[in-house]
């Protein structure tokens, strides 16, 4: 899939969309008795973090290669510095493949784009590097007749309510990668880099085997306590992946080189 479409949505988010902090009131409702109900969920780009791989994956009880094979694509454009994963739409009708009639089948594990909807997120330095802070923003499409009634909210309370907190804890460790002026400077990533990239933050699982079925922590010097957590424990792996990044991608001393593998002076 080819698109331009990512940076120039966000140019005109940035441009063109009022401006909400966190105490801003906003009235909508989303239920089986609006007459929308499900229409926002055909033909939309659903952007996947780290986090939401994660949580997919383990609520559909299948490895992150299969639910990257089956239900994402990765978008191109010119702009990307980084892979992305979307959702990818059914091919027979453009909706969620995780959409039925009675609604999301996966809600309780739904992505973060889904729970924040309808409040958006701009963040003006990913785009246009300012120095401005991120702010809120209101998404009235055409197809949503949730703001003509319903309960008022304000953006930090309609967050609350959608389980955002810890979705945005470890958006923001991805932030922090995504964003690193490192990678921002950048022309080119290498091939090998890229893969990492994506390995690390949405292919968690062939991240483990990479990990356990390698010499890597015969040549880094890693916890014994948090070796064996990361077995198991998906967060504390990715939060690990992270860290990796930091070393391979932008040379920060966030892991240690075993002495014996260390380079001589």
């Given at each position: 899939m080819k698109t331009n479409t990512i940076s120039k949505l966000n140019d005109t988010i940035i441009k063109d969309y009022p401006r909400m902090k966190q105490n801003d009131k906003f009235i909508f409702e989303c239920h089986p008795g609006v007459s929308c109900f499900n229409k926002c969920c055909n033909d939309v780009n659903i952007f996947l973090t780290p986090y939401d791989i994660i949580r997919l994956k383990n609520r559909l009880g299948i490895s992150s290669s299969e639910l990257l094979e089956k239900y994402t694509l990765l978008p191109i454009d010119e702009n990307l510095r980084h892979p992305i994963v979307m959702l990818r739409m059914r091919d027979d009708n453009m909706n969620c493949p995780f959409v039925s009639e009675h609604g999301c089948s996966v809600y309780e594990d739904r992505p973060w784009s889904c729970r924040m909807y309808p409040v958006g997120v701009a963040s003006p330095?990913?785009?246009?590097?300012?120095?401005?802070?991120?702010?809120?923003?209101?998404?009235?499409?055409?197809?949503?007749?949730?703001?003509?009634?319903?309960?008022?909210?304000?953006?930090?309370?309609?967050?609350?309510?959608?389980?955002?907190?810890?979705?945005n804890i470890y958006g923001e460790m991805f932030k922090d990668i995504s964003l690193?002026?490192?990678?921002?400077?950048?022309?080119?990533?290498?091939?090998v880099k890229l893969e990492m990239f994506y390995m690390v933050c949405y292919d968690i699982d062939k991240f483990?085997?990479?990990?356990?079925?390698?010499?890597?922590?015969?040549?880094?010097?890693?916890?014994?306590?948090?070796?064996?957590?990361?077995?198991?424990?998906?967060?504390?792996?990715?939060?690990?992946?992270?860290?990796?990044?930091?070393?391979?991608?932008?040379?920060?001393?966030?892991?240690?080189?075993?002495?014996?593998?260390?380079?001589p002076a």
């Open positions: 330095n990913e785009v246009a590097q300012a120095e401005s802070d991120d702010f809120y923003f209101l998404l009235k499409e055409e197809v949503c007749n949730g703001f003509a009634n319903g309960k008022e909210w304000t953006v930090q309370s309609w967050m609350d309510d959608q389980g955002v907190e810890e979705y690193h002026e490192k990678l921002l400077k950048l022309k080119a990533i290498e091939p483990r085997d990479f990990l356990y079925e390698s010499s890597f922590f015969k040549r880094f010097d890693v916890e014994e306590k948090r070796i064996q957590k990361m077995k198991t424990d998906d967060l504390e792996l990715l939060k690990f992946g992270f860290d990796w990044l930091r070393f391979s991608l932008f040379g920060e001393k966030t892991i240690e080189v075993r002495k014996e593998y260390l380079q």
